[in-house]
Protein backbone atom coordinates (compact mmCIF):
# COMPACT_ATOMS: atom_id res chain seq x y z
CA UNK A 1 0.00 0.00 0.00
CA UNK A 2 1.26 3.27 -0.77
CA UNK A 3 1.55 5.87 1.44
CA UNK A 4 -0.58 9.17 1.21
CA UNK A 5 1.50 11.50 1.92
CA UNK A 6 3.46 13.02 -1.39
CA UNK A 7 6.98 13.23 1.05
CA UNK A 8 6.53 9.96 2.43
CA UNK A 9 5.96 8.31 -0.83
CA UNK A 10 8.77 10.70 -2.71
CA UNK A 11 11.18 9.52 0.38
CA UNK A 12 9.82 5.54 -0.60
CA UNK A 13 10.73 5.78 -4.16
CA UNK A 14 14.24 7.28 -3.65
CA UNK A 15 14.74 4.77 -0.94
CA UNK A 16 13.76 2.06 -3.66
CA UNK A 17 15.86 3.38 -6.15
CA UNK A 18 18.90 3.68 -4.32
CA UNK A 19 18.27 -0.10 -3.47
CA UNK A 20 17.92 -0.86 -6.42
CA UNK A 21 21.13 0.80 -7.50
CA UNK A 22 22.90 -1.15 -4.54
CA UNK A 23 21.67 -4.40 -5.88
CA UNK A 24 22.60 -3.88 -9.29
CA UNK A 25 26.39 -2.92 -7.90
CA UNK A 26 26.96 -6.12 -5.89
CA UNK A 27 25.50 -8.17 -9.17
CA UNK A 28 28.25 -6.58 -10.87
CA UNK A 29 30.93 -7.17 -8.45
CA UNK A 30 29.81 -10.63 -8.57
CA UNK A 31 30.09 -11.13 -12.25
CA UNK A 32 33.06 -9.24 -11.57
CA UNK A 33 34.65 -11.72 -9.58
CA UNK A 34 33.38 -14.89 -11.68
CA UNK A 35 35.19 -13.65 -14.12
CA UNK A 36 38.73 -12.92 -12.50
CA UNK A 37 38.33 -16.32 -11.15
CA UNK A 38 37.56 -18.24 -14.30
CA UNK A 39 40.73 -16.03 -15.46
CA UNK A 40 42.83 -16.87 -12.35
CA UNK A 41 42.08 -20.72 -12.93
CA UNK A 42 42.92 -20.78 -16.50
CA UNK A 43 46.80 -19.37 -15.68
CA UNK A 44 46.89 -21.84 -12.63
CA UNK A 45 45.69 -25.24 -15.21
CA UNK A 46 48.60 -23.36 -17.41
CA UNK A 47 51.23 -23.10 -15.15
CA UNK A 48 50.51 -27.05 -13.79
CA UNK A 49 50.56 -28.00 -17.44
CA UNK A 50 53.96 -26.65 -17.93
CA UNK A 51 55.12 -27.49 -14.52
CA UNK A 52 54.12 -31.00 -15.03
CA UNK A 53 55.47 -31.18 -18.88
CA UNK A 54 58.90 -29.77 -17.28
CA UNK A 55 58.80 -32.64 -14.95
CA UNK A 56 58.11 -35.11 -17.07
CA UNK A 57 61.21 -33.92 -19.38
CA UNK A 58 63.58 -34.17 -16.34
CA UNK A 59 62.27 -37.97 -15.23
CA UNK A 60 62.85 -38.75 -18.98
CA UNK A 61 66.49 -37.13 -19.37
CA UNK A 62 67.25 -38.56 -15.80
CA UNK A 63 66.15 -42.24 -17.15
CA UNK A 64 68.28 -41.45 -20.07
CA UNK A 65 71.24 -40.65 -17.55
CA UNK A 66 70.68 -44.04 -15.71
CA UNK A 67 70.62 -46.22 -19.07
CA UNK A 68 74.07 -44.55 -20.34
CA UNK A 69 76.02 -44.18 -16.60
CA UNK A 70 73.22 -46.55 -14.36
CA UNK A 71 71.52 -46.20 -11.19
CA UNK A 72 74.45 -45.89 -8.82
CA UNK A 73 76.46 -43.22 -10.87
CA UNK A 74 73.20 -41.10 -12.06
CA UNK A 75 72.76 -40.72 -8.29
CA UNK A 76 76.09 -40.02 -7.91
CA UNK A 77 76.20 -37.17 -10.76
CA UNK A 78 73.09 -36.00 -9.71
CA UNK A 79 74.07 -35.32 -5.97
CA UNK A 80 70.34 -37.62 -5.56
CA UNK A 81 69.33 -41.01 -3.37
CA UNK A 82 68.89 -43.90 -5.44
CA UNK A 83 65.60 -44.51 -4.44
CA UNK A 84 64.59 -41.09 -5.61
CA UNK A 85 66.15 -41.85 -8.84
CA UNK A 86 64.97 -44.92 -9.14
CA UNK A 87 61.07 -43.56 -8.80
CA UNK A 88 61.64 -41.08 -11.58
CA UNK A 89 62.74 -43.51 -14.06
CA UNK A 90 60.00 -45.65 -12.91
CA UNK A 91 57.75 -42.98 -13.48
CA UNK A 92 58.96 -42.40 -17.03
CA UNK A 93 58.96 -45.65 -17.63
CA UNK A 94 55.24 -46.46 -16.85
CA UNK A 95 54.10 -43.60 -18.55
CA UNK A 96 56.26 -44.66 -21.76
CA UNK A 97 54.67 -48.18 -21.50
CA UNK A 98 51.23 -46.74 -21.40
CA UNK A 99 51.69 -44.49 -24.43
CA UNK A 100 52.30 -48.10 -26.60
CA UNK A 101 49.73 -49.31 -25.45
Not at 11 to 32: D, I
Not at 66 to 81: E, K, Q
Amino acid sequence: MMPRDVHTRERLRAAQQAEARAVTAVCTAQASLAGVSRKRDATIAAANSTVTTAENALARTQAALVDISGLDRAAALLGIDKATLRRAVATTTSHSDGDQA
